[in-house]
Nanobody, 124 residues
């Protein structure tokens, strides 16, 4: 049974940086495409970034392009989301998820196992 555990969230001021981590257990992370999503209060969960099994291919939402970077370390079964130049509108619960898809998907429905989420709060 695959389990995902996110960490690294917190409260910080606009302009700051955070690195989120997602540890995969129960199976090697290299078996999956991995994605990060976020959900702000009162809003739907939205795609943030995703990375292929090898780490060669990535996709990033336009709203965070140039500020957020996804990466993975398959030896550590961990996926990261480096978030720079954070804005108040980045405030949300951030979730990682696995997908069996080989092309890197951006749609929520293509991901089947989810972590519990980690809160990121950015103050102005």
């Amino acid at each position: 049974q695959v389990q995902l555990v996110e960490s690294g969230g917190g409260l910080l001021q606009a302009g700051g940086s955070l690195r989120l981590s997602c540890v995969v257990s129960g199976r090697t992370s290299s078996s999956y495409t991995m994605g990060w999503f976020r959900q702000a209060p009162g809003k739907e969960r939205e795609f943030v970034a995703a990375i292929s099994r090898s780490g060669i291919s990535t996709r990033t939402a336009d709203s965070v392009k140039g500020r957020f970077t996804i990466s993975r370390d398959n030896a550590k079964n961990t996926v990261y989301l480096q978030m720079n130049s954070l804005k108040p509108e980045d405030t949300a619960v951030y979730y990682c998820a696995t997908s069996a898809s080989l092309p890197v998907p951006t749609t929520l429905g293509m991901y089947d196992v989810w972590g519990q989420g980690t809160q990121v709060t950015v103050s102005s």
